[in-house]
């Protein structure tokens, strides 16, 4: 198959996952769905990352968020609700991120 054939049906495939995710209600792959410090004074940022297949992954991170940073801890969520949740408990202080992202 000629390289133009390969990426006509690359971007046929894009476009149907895309169809696919948006009717299932599910974010696109690296999609950013939440970003906020983990405190008014410090470094840490909680951020929440989509994988593309309904789950997402809920870091806490140190440094320039998402060139150059350090990963402190991380878990990944069964579905975007779960780690968005997760994160809103961390930020808001209701539970450590020790113990949220236990077991990752």
């Known amino acids: 198959m000629p390289t133009t ?3 006509a049906l690359l ?5 149907q996952a895309e169809a696919i995710r948006a009717e299932l ?3 696109s792959p690296g999609a950013i769905l939440f970003s ?3 405190l008014a004074v410090g470094d840490d940022l909680v951020v929440v990352e989509a994988d593309g297949l309904g789950r997402a992954t ?3 991170v140190v440094g320039n ?5 350090f990963t402190k801890s991380e878990k990944v969520f069964g579905s975007e609700g779960e780690a ?3 994160a809103e408990e ?3 202080g209701r539970r450590s991120p020790a113990l949220v992202l236990a077991g990752a």
């Open 5 to 7: 054939d390969k990426l």
């Open 11 to 15: 971007e046929r495939l894009h476009r």
């Open 25 to 27: 209600g599910i974010s």
């Open 36 to 38: 906020a410090e983990l």
């Open 58 to 60: 809920t870091r806490v």
């Open 65 to 69: 968020y998402p060139i150059d940073y």
């Open 84 to 86: 968005l949740a997760a």
């Open 90 to 92: 961390i930020v808001e």
